[in-house]
């Protein structure tokens, strides 16, 4: 008796999907609300929402995806899911160590132009059941732009914030110190991303940087004989959180402040050093792990 009501629920849900999908492909407003109100009398409100949700929702193509969404949900809310789900979508592939800018960009109207490399690691993330139909919305591409794929993930204009700070900088600062600056500045912001390199982004990041000076002193701290320039990170990472929109960007030079967990996180977006931020993000979190549970911390060498 218990396996025929079970085989009758599955052939219910599979109606329902069924005539959801239907209705949905056809765009039919009345028909889809009139479904939803009566399998929710049929199936009950969790089981109907997650049959939309995880089976419907995901069967369908991705233009009655996007109708489904603005109509039933508001287009202020439907916008917002949207720029949820790629900002979502990007942090997967970023922790998997793929490059914005290299492995996926934003195209126009929040789609996602990826790789034949990032389309892999997206379907991996998919349940064994739906990744065919997850594979056929996808979309590989070449990727162009870092620049602009690099803001997209920030969320903010870092670029053109971080060139004002440097033309500012370049006002403040001797030949000597303006060139020892862009030089420690763009080899962090290219080491983490390579991709800027294949844009020639160092240039035009030094010639934006320049452009308000005199030619004579521009060419003063283009000419600048230290082949191996030195400057303070500290004040650098102060620069970069700025023009990350960070408010505590300069508490980081204080004795009382110093730089936070978040704010190193922060940084290993955008640069890297001797070694990635990444690696001392570990270590502190590691430190506190053991400084909550009673251990004394583990001297650092």
Request: aromatic content about 6%; overall charge negative.
């Amino acid at each position: 008796m218990k396996i025929n009501v079970f085989g009758r629920k599955k052939t219910l849900v599979a109606t329902a999907k069924r005539q959801l999908l239907k209705a949905l492909n056809y765009r039919d407003i009345a028909a889809i609300n009139s479904l939803i109100e009566d399998w929710q009398r049929i199936l009950g409100v969790e089981k109907l929402t997650d049959l939309i949700i995880n089976e419907v929702m995901i069967e369908c193509d991705s233009d009655s995806h996007s109708w489904f969404c603005q109509i039933f949900l508001g287009q202020a809310q439907y916008e917002q899911m949207e720029e949820k789900a790629q900002s979502n979508v990007f942090q997967i592939l970023v922790s998997n160590y793929l490059e914005p800018g290299k492995d996926f960009s934003s195209g126009p109207d929040r789609s996602i132009i990826i790789s034949d490399r990032a389309k892999q690691v997206l379907l991996s993330q998919v349940p064994q059941e739906h990744q065919a139909a997850f594979e056929s919305q996808l979309e590989s591409s070449p990727v162009l732009d870092p620049v602009t794929t690099i803001e997209q993930l920030l969320g903010c204009a870092f670029f053109t914030n971080l060139t004002e700070i440097a033309i500012q900088q370049m006002e403040l600062l001797s030949n000597s110190q303006a060139a020892a600056y862009l030089g420690v500045l763009l080899a962090g912001l290219v080491s983490r991303h390579p991709q800027l390199q294949d844009v020639d982004f160092p240039t035009r990041f030094i010639a934006n940087a320049l452009q308000e000076l005199s030619q004579e002193r521009a060419m003063a701290i283009l000419n600048d004989p230290e082949t191996n320039p030195q400057f303070d990170e500290i004040i650098i990472f102060g620069h970069l959180l700025a023009a990350m929109g960070d408010k505590e960007y300069h508490r980081i030079a204080e004795e009382e402040g110093g730089i936070s967990l978040n704010q190193l996180k922060k940084l290993d977006l955008v640069w890297c050093g001797e070694r990635r931020l990444s690696e001392m993000v570990a270590m502190m979190e590691k430190w506190h792990q053991n400084n909550c549970n009673g251990l004394r911390p583990a001297t650092l060498t």
